[in-house]
């Protein structure tokens, strides 16, 4: 297990690796095999929800139930693929056979999005989407066993080609790890909604998902033969035998013999794993008090990861409430995430560099148990900018009737103005194609509405809980027409727009993105789904058509009204009123970069010392099994939001934020005062000094036999704790 050289001064580091500027060559192909690996998990997840939705055409719920069901997997994994890495095959023949199992189920997501395949009438449509869905079921549980597996024995087996004294370079390769991470993810996340965008396909052309998922099954393939490449270079810690059976056998023993010698006449012992000393080996009962030490101390992080797990869900949603346009650059909600990784690319080379040397030149002992402390309130107050935002979004939105209300807005589709009596208001004048500004609220049920003059009495039935718009004919004697209208803000900041026909004659209308279809006269079409910015619209009857064009911002509802007196052939654009139902989205999309800045400044401090700090204090035979514990604090955080979201039905959003900030800092106080009396370790020196100390004894066995057990086991075990302690010395 010694270096073979002096890494500082010699050619070689641990294993057979070459030395360059002090880290060893071998740790070049492990990042790159992350890069590669977080490009293909990253690239295939970006696409993953439109795929269910839109290629296996499943609703919303399922779509969303199954990729977290997915997401959750990949963070529980890794328990078992440290487990056969630690105990069977090592690290590095793990990352191999599942390296491969994950590139499989790349390719089988790649092959079941070729809709090709079962299309046998051609007609753009997959014919059997049983096949589909079960290539894509069967892909994604390979990929969920595989990325999750090798996720802790990457990792683990990155930081053990470092040498004991290299602590310094091996904090700088979690660092730079950490880079690749964000470096894959970011390329991905930014190229595979594109590749998605293309058609594709033999018989018909389709959105190309078989592209958008075969790009990252081929860099996963890349990940793979990088990862070989090096093979002669890595040092390769050799398997334990099954350390996870031993460490869950000697843990039942000592909690049974201490059971049995509860009475008093037992002397008590420092430990209560020091009760499986009759039976264990010293050296595996303290590689036990390292590791549960360690896992104690993670029971509060899981809080940390729901909060930060939120910004894929609950922060995109914040998003579509708000405006992306940067001028030259149109941001959509879900590409707000992409700030993350951008700024860990800024903020760690910062940190390192920058931060942590100065807080060090300072005098102050920034210990990594001090980093997570503070990367846990950085991230509570992002929450407490993002319920700031929230604030400030909630004054722009629109009041929406509650159960018992109804409202009403008024539509003139005559050419001449009309007078119309509201119970409760004044009597209003409507202009000719002109709608009221706002919409009136009324108790559900109904009312007299009287129009016109001579004064004409007609009544109207409100829906509970509805948003209408009574649409007032030319001819006040002619039937009324109501609308329903939206309820609620378009979904994923788009705008959903309808049209009125006033003409005698039906009006086809479309656009590039929607086809409002044949609408009759005086009469609507339902509301389409249009994305921000410039949309023309074509206006057609007959052989005749005009256009008409308009910007959109997000999140925004139109009714746009074509005027009795449209005359086709000349220009419609003076013809159409435009009645914005829902104001766009006016809360700028870049207030949410310091909710942002302050997450990922968070992650930093907390995820990245966080891995470093798993494998720093983790005993040499259970590396990759504390990394998994420490991704396995990650899936908790997960079950934890999506438990949250379903118990606490708080109407506020910005209330649920300030709720999970204040949690996140309650748990910040109890892991700080964890920390503080949390002493580190060095797991190799003391696994030297027990090895020392067994072979010291074997040779004393040796020339006194016949000594008695019971008087040995004590006095060993008084000095295996004397070194113990000696090793534990620094604190928080
Ligand atoms: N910062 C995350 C990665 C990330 C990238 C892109 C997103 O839209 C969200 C998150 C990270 O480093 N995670 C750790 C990992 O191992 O993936």
């Given at each position: 297990m010694a270096d073979k050289e002096d890494p500082k001064n010699g050619k070689?580091?641990?294993?057979?690796s070459k030395v360059v500027c002090g880290y060893p060559l071998s740790i070049f192909f492990i990042v790159v095999n992350e890069f590669c690996e977080r490009f293909s998990y990253y690239g295939m997840r970006a696409v993953l929800v439109l795929y269910f939705k839109?290629?296996?055409?499943?609703d919303d719920d399922l779509a969303t139930s199954i990729y977290h069901t997915f997401v959750a997997l990949c963070y529980l994994t890794p328990i078992l693929g440290a487990i056969v890495a630690d105990s069977?095959?090592?690290?590095f023949k793990t990352i191999i056979y599942l390296s491969i199992v994950y590139a499989v189920g790349q390719v089988a997501m790649a092959v079941s999005a070729?809709?090709?395949?079962?299309d046998s009438d051609r007609d753009?449509?997959?014919?059997?989407?049983t096949f589909h869905i079960v290539l894509s079921m069967v892909g994604l549980f390979l990929i969920a066993l595989g990325t999750g597996g090798i996720k802790p024995c990457v990792a683990a087996f990155g930081g053990d080609q470092?040498?004991?004294?290299q602590d310094r370079q091996r904090r700088t390769f979690f660092s730079v790890f950490y880079l690749c991470i964000n470096g894959g993810s970011l390329l991905s996340t930014i190229i595979t909604p594109v590749l998605r965008a293309q058609e594709c396909g033999i018989y018909s052309k389709q959105k190309c998902y078989s592209l958008a998922f075969g790009v990252p099954a081929a860099l996963m393939v890349v990940a793979l033969v990088v990862f070989i490449i090096g093979s002669g270079m890595y040092y390769k810690a050799e398997p334990q035998g099954n350390i996870m059976l031993d460490v869950c056998k000697c843990i039942g023993f000592a909690i049974k013999n201490r059971y049995r010698h509860r009475s008093k006449q037992y002397p008590k012992r420092?430990?209560?794993?020091?009760?499986?000393e009759e039976k264990y080996d010293k050296l595996l009962i303290a590689q036990i008090k390292m590791v549960l030490k360690v896992l104690f101390l993670y029971i509060p992080l899981p809080m940390f990861w729901t909060l930060f797990d939120q910004k894929g869900s609950r922060w995109t949603l914040q998003a579509t409430t708000?405006?992306?346009?940067?001028g030259a650059l149109v941001i959509q909600p879900?590409?707000?995430?992409t700030v993350n990784p951008i700024l860990i690319l800024t903020l760690v080379p910062i940190m390192d560099s920058l931060i942590y040397p100065l807080i060090k030149k300072c005098g102050?002992?920034?210990?990594p148990l001090k980093r997570m402390t503070v990367g846990m309130l950085l991230a509570a107050i992002a929450f407490v900018c993002a319920a700031l935002v929230q604030i400030q979004i909630d004054k722009t939105l629109p009041t929406f009737p509650s159960t018992s209300q109804s409202q009403l807005k008024l539509l003139n589709m005559g050419s001449n103005s009309v007078t119309v009596k509201l119970p409760g208001n004044d009597a209003l004048i409507l202009p000719a194609a002109q709608a009221s500004n706002d919409y009136y609220m009324f108790q559900a049920g109904q009312i007299d509405i009287s129009f016109g003059n001579p004064e004409m009495t007609k009544p109207v039935t409100l829906g509970s809980g509805q948003r209408q718009t009574l649409l007032i004919p030319s001819t006040l004697s002619d039937e009324l027409q109501m609308t329903n209208d939206l309820t609620s803000k378009p979904q994923e900041g788009n705008n959903a727009i309808r049209f009125v026909n006033g003409m005698k004659t039906a009006v086809n209308v479309s656009t590039a993105a929607a086809d409002f279809g044949l609408i009759e006269p005086f009469y609507y079409s339902n509301y389409s789904q249009i994305k921000n910015g410039k949309a023309t619209f074509t206006l057609r009857s007959g052989s005749q058509s005009c256009e008409y064009s308009t910007n959109f911002g997000f999140g925004s509802s139109y009714t746009f009204f074509i005027h009795s007196t449209l005359v086709f052939g000349s220009n419609c654009q003076d013809s159409v009123t435009a009645v914005e139902d829902i104001k766009p989205?006016?809360?700028?999309?870049?207030?949410q970069i310091p909710q942002y800045f302050f997450i990922t400044a968070g992650e930093v401090m907390f995820s990245v010392t966080g891995l470093e700090f798993s494998y720093s204090q983790a005993p040499s035979n259970m590396k990759a099994v504390l990394q998994a514990g420490w991704l396995f604090t990650v899936a908790i955080g997960n079950f934890i939001v999506l438990i949250v979201a379903e118990l606490a039905k708080i109407p506020k959003q910005w209330a649920e934020y300030v709720l999970f900030a204040s949690l996140l800092v309650a748990v910040c106080v109890i892991f700080s005062i964890m920390a503080y009396f949390y002493t580190y370790i060095d797991p190799t020196e003391i696994e030297a000094q027990f090895k020392k100390k067994i072979n010291e004894d074997d040779e004393d066995d040796k020339s006194k036999p016949g000594k008695a057990e019971v008087e040995m086991v004590k006095r060993d075990s008084i000095k295996c704790h004397d070194e113990y302690d000696k090793a534990t010395q620094t604190k928080m």
């Open positions: 070689m580091g641990k294993g057979k839109y290629f296996l055409r499943w069977w095959l090592g690290k070729i809709h090709d395949i079962t753009g449509t997959p014919d059997s989407m470092f040498g004991e004294h420092q430990h209560w794993m020091d009760w499986a708000m405006d992306g346009n940067f879900d590409q707000m995430q102050l002992n920034f210990t989205n006016s809360v700028h999309m870049a207030l």
